[in-house]
């Protein structure tokens, strides 16, 4: 059957315009300002608004603060117990599905990544409170598993009828003497995404957490992995990648985390961040507070992980490691090569469009440049302006009402623990030589002009988008998956990885060559149409003719 010829004739501005046409006056005028065509002149690219309230009614893929930081940041670690305070759905909905992946046997040997741990709120608890409810739950959860700590989530009515879960935590904490107990006002109405949910993380974790490790962590090239979460065993990738380098990760925040990982990350000499968006908070707190750098990394794509590997090895500057990163490097490739070479010939030339997250739709335009592939499009659910932009635009943000409520802490140098881990001067030579720290350029300088950059993107552009563009390949999440596909076009999970990957790392970048190959040159998509639609010809005749 011969395949529908594809007829791609589009123009940016009148991509734009026919998004925007079917709007009312407000919407569309709102919505203008978060498509982007994209200039591509480093850095100096038109402003994207971002970061900013949802438009009621226009079926977003945004999810709420409770998920950013209870589902995002907390979720992955195995021996924390994280109980959700809240009628029970959304701990239901939270329970496995985010493919964070943990090691069966871990520092404390305990793994509770597999429970849905709820006070499971009803009437009664919102009529008349829910903190004795809630002083319960921990202590059962204490008796039951004596963990190291307990970490507790509000949900929307928590906030609203005053529930003090601080007080709580702080009492059962104080009770137990062994079992580290705090709280997170996550409520889901806060800020306007997921974002404001990591914020909250970020700042209770390191408030409460980090710094408080007993154990010393004596590795030579110590590290943090920051904003890495191990979906599909990304992390046990990266992971084998820098232990055969001689590089220790002590902490990630929070693939695969634990509670002693996460206590010890002030004794780390390098912070590399992975998800800019969700993490740079503990990032810059830890250089403040204990004096350690950050640095960008990108172990998405083997050219980029070849290149944050190289990084890292700058950093610590000594000949040893700089020389067995080149021969892991070496090793490597050759697998990575082979893989490439064979699926080039069926990727190059095809077109992509990535709608995820706060870091993925940049991230992985380095896979897909590898592959020959060129993204059509690309935007954020939850990105703030420096993910786009860079984060030379973050003095001139500005926190608009809706984020006003999400709190700033205000973090000092340790009078004990604070040690600067390289002088001015080290630093200086190390940026003299191209190492950039504390330094993120964001999504729009990596995408070619002319390119479409949508933050917020509903299910009505996601379809007008794909029917306008004819799109290869459309990448997103669940929600979008099935309508998506039933356009004929060929969707990829990319925050479950559709239950693929790791896609991280040398190997992970063989999995995914071969995965996308195999969907985006799949016959299925040949089969859309009926054989009488594709070519309908009239072959009967009447016997009176
Ligand atoms: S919006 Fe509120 S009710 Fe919904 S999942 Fe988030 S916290 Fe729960």
């Not at 060129?374 to 635009?393: C, I, M, N, P, Q």
């Not at 356009?487 to 479950?496: C, E, N």
């Not at 089969?527 to 005749?541: D, F, G, I, R, V």
């Amino acid at each position: 059957m011969a395949k529908a010829q594809k007829l791609v004739q589009w123009e940016p501005n009148d991509v734009k315009d026919k998004l925007l046409a079917k709007y009312p006056p407000k919407v569309a005028r709102k919505r203008a300002k978060q498509i982007m065509i994209n200039e591509a002149l480093e850095n100096t690219t038109p402003t994207i608004e971002a970061n900013v309230r949802t438009i009621p009614g226009i079926i977003t893929m945004r999810g709420c603060t409770y998920a950013g930081c209870k589902g995002v940041i907390m979720g992955p670690t195995s021996d924390i117990v994280n109980l959700v305070h809240g009628p029970i759905g959304c701990s239901f909905y939270a329970w496995l599905t985010r493919r964070n992946q943990t090691d069966a046997i871990n520092d404390s040997n305990a793994n509770f990544i597999t429970y849905a741990m709820s006070t499971d709120m009803q009437d009664s608890d919102i009529i008349f409170g829910g903190e004795k409810k809630l002083a319960a739950a921990i202590q059962e959860a204490y008796d039951l598993f004596h963990p190291k700590a307990i970490a507790i989530f509000a949900t929307c009515p928590v906030g609203l009828i005053g529930d003090d879960i601080h007080a709580v935590a702080k009492r059962m904490k104080e009770q137990f003497g062994d079992c580290n107990v705090f709280a997170f006002s996550c409520e889901g109405y806060k800020g306007v995404s997921q974002s404001a949910g990591h914020h909250i993380a970020n700042n209770q974790v390191f408030t409460h957490v980090v710094g408080k490790s007993e154990t010393e962590k004596t590795d030579k090239y110590k590290i943090n992995l920051l904003g890495e979460y191990n979906i599909g065993g990304d992390g046990f990738e990266i992971d084998r990648i820098l232990e055969k380098c001689g590089i220790k990760n002590i902490s990630t925040f929070s693939g695969n985390a634990t509670y002693d990982k996460f206590a010890s990350a002030n004794q780390a000499d390098l912070s590399c961040v992975m998800c800019h968006r969700s993490i740079n908070y503990v990032a810059d707190m830890l250089e403040t507070k204990y004096g350690i750098p950050w640095i960008k990394v990108n172990f998405i794509g083997a050219e980029a992980t070849a290149k944050s590997l190289r990084k890292i090895a700058q950093y610590f500057g000594e000949k040893e490691l700089i020389d067995r990163v080149e021969a892991v490097i070496a090793e490597e490739m050759p697998a990575v090569k082979a893989a490439q070479a064979e699926v080039y010939p069926r990727t190059n030339g095809k077109t992509a469009m990535l709608f995820v997250g706060g870091s993925r739709a940049h991230h992985y335009q380095e896979l897909f440049n590898e592959m020959g592939m060129k993204t059509l499009s690309a935007g954020y659910e939850f990105g703030h302006r420096d993910d786009y932009e860079g984060r030379h635009v973050i003095p001139t943000l500005k926190v608009d009402a809706d984020s006003r409520n999400i709190e700033e802490i205000e973090v000092e140098p340790d009078p004990v623990l604070y040690k600067p881990r390289k002088s001015a001067e080290e630093i200086a030579a190390l940026v003299k030589d191209g190492l950039e720290f504390k330094d993120y350029e964001g999504l729009n300088p990596a995408m070619e002009k002319g390119t479409l950059i949508i933050d917020d993107l509903n299910q009505y552009e996601a379809e007008k988008l794909v029917e306008l563009m004819k799109p290869d390949l459309f990448c997103a999440g669940i929600k979008e998956k099935f309508s998506i596909q039933k356009l004929g076009v060929p969707m990829k999970q990319l925050h479950s990885y559709d239950s693929g990957g790791p896609y991280a790392g040398f190997q992970g970048a063989v999995n995914f060559y071969r995965e996308i190959d195999r969907l985006v040159n799949s016959k299925v998509w040949s089969y859309m149409k009926a054989p009488w639609q594709e070519n309908p010809e009239l072959s009967a005749t009447y016997v009176w003719e």
